[in-house]
């Protein structure tokens, strides 16, 4: 069977015109995805695991779904400071409940935004964020630049759907009319396509944001011979190059939220936009990398107000990033208790949050088996969303699309599992 | 079966020409009836002023802009912090508060059926998924036109039956209620960071004036028989001297209704300045008052500035950024392709600012200088102006010349000089404010029909009971008590639910979307035009048939259809 405009639940792409061939419950033919999505495509189906798993001793055992939510309700009705991590591969639906949940729970509940734009968001909440949907950028935007990213390889299709290689409205011959720059501390796929490879010394980002903001702002004169590592020469022939263009746009990515001078980069970054926004028409976009982690910003935010890293403990909503984001609450050992969705932080959290996760009740939701698993006391798999579920997603630049299901493997998706879980703890602990 | 009784209430029901009678109410399964039997749950209102739920025909409650208010704004969400308890969900936020919030405070004011001002049909989804977490009012969105591109050609086409077709497939596609033009033309010309000014200007590229844009739009509302017209939000927001621009865009507009107004217009507060720069910046509220009175086929909303902190957020993305430079603290902006733009800032209007006092003072001359009530609107285009939660201090200075004499006194002392406020002794009486904040909205609407705006049998039991003895109180003198009342009802019912009592919410609702389904012939269907659908597949960064928002997002619905006539 042949699925047309099918949407990739892979990166924050969210690449809509996908043409899937399935035949029974195999995928065999995945078009239009990069290479990234055709892979989750093709092998999500293969390694599931099959049922949810509870250890055993030093092993593990099969479990039925109803003792594994069991244990799960139990385990977070347990806890005195229970957190609900993860939710950026999964169906803002599920985000949702999982708000909810950790609000009758007393919890906290944070997204992968902690460790990867979570400093996009503080420089966005100390001055704002001049951004478009992508179809602007792909009709209009004559300059791109790409800052401490490397779309090729870690966004595929971005360069085609949306900027560098589609066609534009506005632009006769969009290729050749469009200029890119890249702007990163090594040699990349992505740096070799560029006009301009701006070549900057690690952590010296926000020093090549603050020239360039001087010499947007006509004060040359103050920049030094280099920059970073980077000559006075190029930055005024970049400075021109932005002020030039009728429409520029900024993407940059995690290279700059994690680098020394985190979302302080950020905040330069942002304002260097705004001040070209004097001259002509500038846009920035954070590069977001999980198809949904945008979405757990957004869904957060109009439920409690505040995008990530939300804390119910005193049953108001409070947000304080770098007290109530995981890695602070895990560094602490001030959970006793973790539920974690759609997201591995076994591969990404520093060594001291895994031996505290290892230590207390963990319940990992995850299709297969990641490095999360053996750090965990209980597994339940559910079905992947865009795959053998559906449910809503938002793009990188915050358009919100249906992602659709298209075979059915028998799993429950993530939205069933927590709702499941929700219902047993409303029975405990709802007035 | 559910029977409600509402005993003894103080009625006033301008729809049905009902101005201060003691009467009972009563409700089976959500409807108003003739009678109710023994079993009935009874409230007692115990001559208390009732009137149909309230309506904000102009407010901005869901959707990416106003999430985005949010995102950017933890300082905002640190007021307005209450606990979660019972059926009540935590909430956050003063300005722009959570989805939650807004939701309890309306109901805690009586306001039962919402209009979202400005929604993106790109990013309509969103717009529903917060709907569906807005559990007690009704809620509908407005859909934004003011630059989209299959339009803008048709008009430059001159072919007004399909840009008719556009606005109707749209609005079917994105679930939509009505036409809603921000800055027409110039959220387009701010793509490449530019603007229009005033209305014959024309739109880069596309050659066509937002003249042409209101005009055609306003017909291919009336071809598609939608319930509402066309909102309007002028060009040149906020700009001095741009009464003139709004004069001259209210007398294009013709008479072709006969039920409702063929033009609505919003916020008219922030478009009916003179002077020609900050210096010599003052209210031009008469004229434009002059020009509404003279055009029974306009309906305006004040758009009432109030003091203090809010967050400014339009679809007039050219005018936020100017307004950034003016206030220089932080600044959102978000243009989507083939439609539409924003913008957001968050704003201090001061008492001390000249600018400011002269602002809050146009908004009450429009609703005093008005005449017909019938056509003056009681908004702040929350949160622009002011959050909601400040209508009960507009009532009250709406009804008493001694209040706004009392905050006269408090702004910028050149502020006489530059208004007409104080010389205007209106006062407005219960009746008129019954109007403005509810059976007028219905009617602006085009949604009396569907039983919202007033308590005649078969209608809607959206009531709100207020703790106010009409006959006991001087508005004119005891406006305190008018602010008390207004800001908490003693009971709001929606669909013949008690859902608040006293400022505690009761239950955990469910809303009815209402949107509009233009039936429009199948050669007519503009979905199924190569040229449209080429465009569509080329320059949107989505497909086509993901464009759509689904029936999953719609929980409760009412679909309304009209009969187009094309």
Same mark, same amino acid.
């Given at each position: 069977?042949?699925? +047309?405009?099918?949407?990739?639940?892979?990166?924050?792409?969210?690449?809509?015109?996908?043409?899937?061939?399935?035949?029974?419950?195999?995928?065999?033919?995945?078009?239009?995805?990069?290479?990234?999505?055709?892979?989750?495509?093709?092998?999500?189906?293969?390694?599931?695991?099959?049922?949810?798993?509870? +250890?055993?001793?030093?092993?593990?055992?099969?479990?039925?779904?109803?003792?594994?939510?069991?244990?799960?309700?139990?385990?977070?009705?347990?806890?005195?400071?229970?957190?609900?991590?993860?939710?950026?591969?999964?169906?803002?639906?599920?985000?949702?409940?999982?708000?909810?949940?950790?609000?009758?729970?007393?919890?906290?509940?944070?997204?992968?935004?902690?460790?990867?734009?979570?400093?996009?968001?503080?420089?966005?909440?100390?001055?704002?964020?001049?951004?478009?949907?992508?179809?602007?950028?792909?009709?209009?935007?004559?300059? *791109?630049?790409?800052?401490?990213?490397?779309? %090729?390889?870690?966004? @595929?299709?971005?360069?085609?759907?949306?900027?560098?290689?589609?066609?534009?409205?506005?632009?006769?011959?969009?290729?050749?009319?469009?200029?890119?720059?890249?702007?990163?501390?090594?040699?990349?796929?992505?740096?070799?396509?560029?006009?301009?490879?701006?070549?900057?010394?690690?952590?010296?980002?926000?020093?090549?944001?603050?020239?360039?903001?001087?010499?947007?702002?006509?004060?040359?004169?103050?920049?030094?011979?280099?920059?970073?590592?980077?000559?006075?020469?190029?930055?005024?022939?970049?400075?021109?190059?932005?002020?030039?263009?009728? /429409?520029?746009?900024?993407?940059?990515?995690?290279?700059?939220?994690?680098? @020394?001078?985190?979302?302080?980069?950020?905040?330069?970054?942002?304002?260097?936009?705004?001040?070209?926004?004097?001259?002509?028409?500038?846009?920035? %976009?954070?590069?977001?990398?999980?198809?949904?982690?945008?979405?757990?910003?957004?869904?957060?935010?109009?439920?409690?107000?505040?995008?990530?890293?939300?804390?119910? =403990?005193?049953?108001?909503? /409070?947000? !304080?990033?770098?007290?109530?984001?995981?890695?602070?609450?895990?560094?602490?050992?001030?959970?006793?208790?973790?539920?974690?969705?759609?997201?591995?932080?076994?591969?990404?959290?520093?060594?001291?949050?895994?031996?505290?996760?290892?230590?207390? @009740?963990?319940?990992?939701?995850?299709?297969?088996?990641?490095?999360?698993?053996?750090?965990?006391?209980?597994?339940?798999?559910?079905?992947? !969303?865009?795959?053998?579920?559906?449910?809503?997603?938002?793009?990188?630049?915050?358009?919100?699309?249906?992602?659709?299901?298209?075979?059915?493997?028998?799993?429950?998706?993530?939205?069933?599992?927590?709702?499941?879980?929700?219902?047993?703890?409303?029975?405990?602990?709802?007035? | 079966?559910?029977?409600?009784? $509402?005993?003894?209430?103080?009625?006033?029901?301008?729809?049905?020409?009902? !101005?201060?009678?003691?009467?009972? $109410?009563?409700?089976?399964?959500?409807?108003?009836?003739?009678?109710?039997?023994?079993?009935?749950? *009874?409230?007692?209102?115990?001559?208390?002023?009732?009137?149909?739920?309230?309506?904000?025909?102009?407010?901005?409650?869901?959707?990416?802009?106003?999430?985005?208010?949010?995102?950017?704004?933890?300082?905002?969400?640190?007021?307005?912090?209450?606990?979660?308890?019972?059926?009540?969900?935590?909430?956050?936020?003063?300005?722009?508060?959570?989805?939650?919030?807004?939701?309890?405070?309306?109901?805690?004011?009586?306001?039962?059926?919402?209009?979202?001002?400005?929604?993106?049909?790109?990013?309509?989804?969103?717009?529903?998924?917060?709907?569906?977490?807005?559990?007690?009012?009704?809620?509908?969105?407005?859909?934004?036109?003011?630059?989209?591109?299959? *339009?803008?050609?048709?008009?430059?086409?001159?072919?007004?039956?399909?840009?008719?077709?556009?606005?109707?497939?749209?609005?079917?596609?994105?679930?939509?209620?009505?036409?809603?033009?921000?800055?027409?033309?110039?959220?387009?010309?701010?793509?490449?960071?530019?603007?229009?000014?005033?209305?014959?200007?024309?739109?880069?590229? /596309?050659?066509?004036?937002?003249?042409?844009?209101?005009?055609?739009?306003?017909?291919?509302?009336?071809?598609?028989?939608?319930?509402?017209?066309?909102?309007?939000?002028?060009?040149?927001?906020?700009?001095?001297?741009?009464?003139?621009?709004?004069?001259?865009?209210?007398?294009?507009?013709?008479?072709? !209704?006969?039920?409702?107004?063929?033009?609505?217009?919003?916020?008219?507060?922030?478009?009916?300045?003179?002077?020609?720069?900050?210096?010599?910046?003052?209210?031009?509220?008469?004229? *434009?008052?002059?020009?509404?009175?003279?055009?029974?086929?306009?309906?305006?909303?004040?758009?009432?500035?109030?003091?203090?902190?809010?967050?400014?957020?339009?679809?007039?993305?050219?005018?936020?950024?100017?307004?950034?430079?003016?206030?220089?603290?932080?600044? =959102?902006?978000?243009?989507?392709?083939?439609?539409?733009?924003?913008?957001? $800032?968050?704003?201090?209007?001061?008492?001390?600012?000249?600018?400011?006092?002269?602002?809050?003072?146009?908004?009450?001359?429009?609703? #005093?200088?008005?005449?017909?009530?019938?056509?003056?609107?009681?908004?702040?285009?929350?949160?622009?102006?002011?959050?909601?939660?400040?209508?009960?201090?507009?009532?009250?200075? #709406?009804?008493?010349?001694?209040?706004?004499?009392?905050?006269?006194?408090?702004?910028?002392?050149?502020?006489?000089?530059?208004?007409?406020?104080?010389?205007?002794?209106?006062?407005?009486?219960?009746?008129?404010?019954?109007?403005?904040?509810?059976?007028?909205?219905?009617?602006?609407?085009?949604?009396?029909?569907?039983?919202?705006?007033?308590?005649?049998?078969?209608?809607?039991?959206?009531?709100?009971?207020?703790?106010?003895?009409?006959?006991?109180?001087?508005?004119?003198?005891?406006?305190?008590?008018?602010?008390?009342?207004?800001? &908490?009802?003693?009971?709001?019912?929606?669909?013949?639910?008690?859902?608040?009592?006293?400022?505690?919410?009761?239950?955990?609702?469910?809303? %009815?979307?209402?949107?509009?389904?233009?039936?429009?012939?199948?050669?007519?269907?503009? =979905?199924?035009? @190569?040229?449209?659908?080429?465009?569509?597949?080329?320059?949107?960064?989505?497909?086509? =048939?993901?464009?759509?928002? &689904?029936?999953?997002?719609?929980?409760?619905?009412?679909?309304?259809?009209?009969?187009?006539?094309?």
């Amino acid at each position: 069977m042949i699925h +047309r405009d099918m949407i990739c639940p892979f990166c924050g792409c969210l690449c809509d015109d996908l043409v899937i061939t399935t035949e029974g419950n195999e995928v065999v033919q995945v078009d239009n995805a990069c290479t990234l999505g055709t892979h989750k495509l093709m092998g999500a189906w293969k390694n599931r695991l099959k049922n949810p798993i509870m +250890r055993n001793g030093g092993g593990w055992r099969d479990a039925s779904y109803e003792e594994a939510i069991e244990y799960a309700a139990g385990v977070l009705l347990d806890a005195d400071r229970p957190l609900l991590y993860g939710w950026s591969s999964t169906q803002g639906e599920a985000q949702g409940l999982g708000v909810s949940m950790a609000e009758l729970l007393g919890g906290v509940i944070d997204s992968t935004t902690s460790v990867c734009h979570g400093p996009s968001i503080l420089a966005i909440q100390e001055v704002g964020h001049p951004g478009c949907t992508l179809g602007q950028v792909k009709n209009r935007a004559d300059l *791109v630049i790409y800052w401490a990213c490397n779309p %090729t390889e870690a966004h @595929p299709r971005h360069m085609s759907r949306y900027t560098t290689y589609a066609d534009g409205f506005f632009l006769e011959n969009a290729f050749r009319d469009r200029k890119l720059i890249v702007v990163d501390v090594r040699k990349s796929e992505t740096t070799s396509i560029a006009d301009e490879f701006v070549k900057v010394k690690p952590g010296g980002d926000y020093a090549v944001f603050a020239a360039l903001r001087a010499i947007v702002r006509g004060r040359a004169d103050v920049v030094p011979d280099t920059v970073a590592g980077v000559t006075k020469e190029q930055l005024v022939r970049i400075g021109e190059m932005c002020k030039e263009a009728k /429409f520029g746009a900024l993407f940059f990515g995690v290279g700059l939220t994690m680098a @020394p001078g985190k979302y302080k980069n950020i905040r330069n970054a942002i304002e260097l936009v705004d001040e070209l926004n004097r001259y002509t028409k500038w846009t920035l %976009t954070p590069l977001r990398g999980h198809y949904n982690v945008h979405g757990s910003n957004e869904v957060f935010t109009w439920m409690t107000g505040y995008p990530y890293a939300v804390d119910f =403990s005193r049953q108001i909503a /409070f947000y !304080n990033p770098g007290e109530t984001t995981a890695v602070d609450i895990l560094a602490r050992k001030e959970c006793d208790a973790c539920l974690i969705v759609a997201s591995d932080p076994g591969a990404h959290f520093p060594k001291a949050c895994l031996e505290h996760l290892a230590k207390i @009740p963990t319940v990992l939701i995850d299709p297969m088996h990641t490095v999360t698993t053996p750090l965990c006391r209980c597994q339940i798999p559910t079905a992947v !969303n865009g795959i053998d579920a559906g449910g809503t997603a938002y793009r990188m630049d915050g358009v919100p699309i249906h992602v659709k299901k298209f075979m059915d493997l028998g799993y429950p998706s993530d939205t069933e599992v927590i709702g499941r879980i929700f219902e047993q703890i409303k029975e405990v602990k709802h007035p | 079966m559910s029977d409600l009784l $509402i005993k003894n209430a103080f009625v006033i029901d301008p729809i049905n020409r009902i !101005n201060g009678e003691i009467m009972d $109410i009563a409700v089976r399964d959500g409807r108003i009836v003739e009678d109710v039997g023994q079993g009935a749950e *009874v409230i007692d209102a115990a001559g208390c002023l009732t009137l149909p739920g309230g309506i904000d025909s102009h407010t901005h409650i869901c959707g990416t802009k106003v999430n985005f208010g949010r995102y950017m704004s933890p300082e905002d969400m640190r007021a307005g912090r209450e606990a979660r308890r019972g059926v009540k969900h935590s909430i956050s936020g003063y300005s722009v508060p959570t989805t939650y919030a807004n939701s309890y405070r309306y109901a805690i004011m009586g306001y039962t059926t919402l209009l979202e001002g400005a929604m993106a049909p790109l990013e309509a989804r969103h717009t529903h998924e917060e709907f569906s977490a807005t559990p007690l009012q009704d809620v509908m969105a407005n859909t934004l036109f003011d630059g989209n591109w299959g *339009v803008m050609e048709a008009i430059r086409d001159g072919d007004l039956e399909r840009a008719a077709a556009i606005v109707g497939w749209t609005l079917s596609a994105v679930k939509g209620f009505g036409i809603k033009l921000t800055n027409p033309g110039g959220t387009e010309a701010w793509g490449y960071g530019k603007d229009v000014t005033c209305i014959r200007d024309k739109v880069p590229y /596309f050659e066509v004036t937002p003249a042409e844009i209101i005009e055609t739009m306003i017909r291919s509302c009336e071809l598609l028989r939608l319930p509402h017209s066309v909102h309007l939000h002028c060009n040149n927001l906020g700009k001095p001297g741009n009464y003139a621009c709004t004069i001259e865009t209210l007398n294009l507009v013709p008479d072709l !209704n006969e039920k409702r107004q063929t033009l609505y217009a919003t916020h008219v507060q922030f478009h009916s300045y003179g002077g020609s720069d900050w210096k010599t910046f003052c209210s031009k509220a008469e004229p *434009v008052a002059d020009t509404v009175n003279n055009r029974p086929q306009i309906v305006i909303d004040m758009g009432q500035v109030m003091f203090g902190k809010t967050t400014t957020m339009t679809a007039d993305g050219p005018m936020e950024f100017n307004l950034y430079r003016l206030h220089h603290d932080k600044w =959102s902006n978000h243009d989507v392709e083939l439609e539409t733009g924003s913008g957001i $800032i968050p704003v201090l209007y001061r008492r001390k600012n000249l600018v400011n006092s002269i602002m809050w003072a146009i908004g009450l001359e429009l609703a #005093l200088l008005v005449k017909n009530p019938w056509q003056c609107m009681l908004t702040t285009d929350n949160p622009n102006g002011a959050p909601f939660v400040k209508y009960p201090e507009i009532i009250a200075l #709406l009804m008493s010349k001694k209040y706004r004499d009392a905050e006269f006194a408090t702004v910028h002392p050149d502020t006489g000089s530059k208004v007409v406020l104080p010389a205007l002794e209106r006062e407005l009486d219960w009746n008129e404010i019954a109007v403005m904040t509810r059976a007028g909205q219905a009617k602006a609407l085009g949604i009396t029909g569907i039983g919202k705006g007033h308590l005649g049998i078969g209608a809607e039991a959206d009531i709100a009971v207020y703790p106010l003895k009409v006959d006991d109180i001087d508005p004119s003198t005891e406006y305190q008590r008018v602010i008390d009342g207004f800001a &908490q009802t003693k009971w709001t019912v929606k669909r013949g639910r008690p859902v608040s009592r006293d400022g505690e919410i009761l239950v955990h609702g469910e809303n %009815t979307t209402i949107w509009v389904d233009p039936k429009i012939r199948p050669e007519r269907d503009i =979905s199924r035009n @190569p040229r449209f659908v080429e465009m569509f597949n080329h320059w949107y960064s989505v497909r086509m =048939s993901n464009y759509p928002v &689904q029936d999953e997002y719609l929980k409760r619905n009412l679909r309304m259809e009209t009969e187009a006539a094309i």
